[in-house]
């Protein structure tokens, strides 16, 4: 079969300004809660401003000095989207003031300034697995009904600033993600109670959808989705009690689309809630701004996961405690790489909710080898997008309305997980090394020139 995407099928690539900006405490930037997570997400929660320690995170890939460069091999991709984040602390660098950092905004300026230059749509999330890390010392994080009123301040700030110039927006990165990490999530410590998590959520999804309000009233021309890890679990076997389980786990990460998109909580949390001895305080206010709903879906998608009845077959993942495929391979982190399950859950996602779904990241972390010539061939992950763009087209003419792709990590960055450069992703590769030696050049891998062609041909050469 021919393979064409459709006509304005969006392109591109995405990071997190986290792993990629590096100069961490410029220009008034304040701490984040990822600089007080050193050595990633799963690593130990540091406060910075009371130690020496530092992190490669603090230098990234130098894309703060650097971006004009990458934006051009993004161009020179072909990229007609990238989505980048904005650091909330570089705006408000404790988050609860008032007035933003003029140099903070400054800097997404131009960042934003360049991408138009070369037509390249921006796709900004709001927030990307950061957050000011004065909102956890001060007000206890999410957990804190003020920190609506304070993303939402955010939010306009940048809605504002930004009008007429970016018309793709995300709120908040992953959101299903504070159910396992509820210090990057919500700002909670680890050892949190449901409870305590579940509230925290409820804040953060009420400023989600306060955020889309100010979103539709100052910018009516702008679309703004949420972003949901896609875990999705098939049943490990046949046996009834498995295809429960598996339903319960996949209600896991669809009960935040079931808000984001319906305005409300889904009737089958009430038992969840009652069952756990959770009790949620709910304004009639916060009932009423869930009401304002997104206009469509973003989703990443690395793997697949299987859901059973037997706890004991959990395994201890990356990211999340999963239990195993047995029919899948897997990265050499331990990710299932399965092409079926996107076309799976685009399909499942958009029978759900009718709305247009955009993929804004998928992609291999690999270890990379540099050739005495200095060239990388990356068959594995060109291999890896390949298969997976392949399923992407089938569930279009399987009838769902995909607005674009966005690998993530189009340029090799700092992982979230662990704080790794040496896991990398990248079409674009950066000499760093992981004790930060390198000089930071970049260069094109074999990736690079597969993926400019997909993009040219608009799909056909995959
Ligand atoms: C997603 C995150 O969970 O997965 C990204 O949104 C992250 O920030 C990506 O980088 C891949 O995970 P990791 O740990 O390999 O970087």
Redesign the pocket.
Known sequence: MTIQFPQKFLWGGAV?AN?VEGSYLKDGKGLSTSDCTPN??FGDIIDRSQTDITSIKDTAIDFYNRYPEDIALFAEMGFSCLRISLAWSRIFPNGDENQPNEKGLEFYDKLIAEMAKYNIEPMITLS??EMPYQLVKQYGGWGNRKLIDFFTNYAKTVFNRYKGKVKYWLTF??IN?SLHEPFTGVGLARDSSKEQIYQAIHHQLVASARAVKLCHQIMPEAKIGNML?GAVAYPLTSKPEDVWATHLENHGWLYFGDVQVRGYYPSYMTRYFKENNITLTITEQDREDLKETIDFISF?Y?MSCCGTADSSLRQKG??LDMVPNPHLKASE?GWQIDPTGIRYLLNLLYERYQKPLFIV?NGL?AKDKVETDGSINDDYRIDYINDHLVQVHEAIEDGVEVLGYTS??PID?I????AEIS?R?GFIHVDLNEDGSGTLNRTRKKSFYWYQSVIKSNGNTL
């Open positions: 997190a792993q990633g997400i990307h697995y990165n992953e993600m890890l990443s690395y990356n990211i982190w990241e972390g993530w990590g960055l992982s979230a997980s662990k896991k992703y």
